[in-house]
C-alpha cells in the first residue's frame, strides 16, 4: 500500500530501520572512541600520580655525609695514621 507520496509503509519502514542501523553504527564507533580516550586519560592519570612517588621516594631514600665525596687518586703506599681511613680498590689495576 503506498502513502500520500507513492512509498509504501514497508519501504518507509525500512528506510527507517536502515538508518537506525546507521545511526547505531556510528553511535557505537562513538563509544569505542571514548572508552579509548577515557583509558589513555587513566593511564596519564596512573603516570602523573606516580611520578611524584618516585621523586619523593628518591628524596627520602637519598643520604646525606657529612663529609664531601673525595676522588681516588693512585698512590704508591697507603696512607698511615689517625684520620685517614680509606678503601683500597684493586679492580682495574695493571697488576690485577
Not at 600520580?49 to 618516585?54: D, F, L, M, V
Request: glycine share 8%.
Amino acid at each position: 500500500m503506498s502513502g500520500p507520496g507513492g512509498i509504501s509503509d514497508l519501504d518507509k519502514n525500512r528506510a527507517l530501520v536502515e538508518w537506525l542501523e546507521w545511526q547505531l553504527r556510528k553511535a557505537r564507533n562513538r563509544v569505542r572512541e571514548l572508552e579509548v580516550r577515557e583509558e589513555q586519560e587513566r593511564r596519564r592519570r596512573e603516570r602523573a600520580h606516580a611520578a611524584p612517588r618516585w621523586s619523593r621516594a628518591r628524596r627520602i631514600g637519598s643520604v646525606e655525609f657529612p663529609t664531601k665525596v673525595a676522588l681516588a687518586q693512585a698512590v704508591p703506599v697507603l696512607p698511615d695514621g689517625p684520620g685517614w681511613w680509606y678503601e683500597p680498590k684493586c679492580e682495574g689495576s695493571p697488576d690485577t
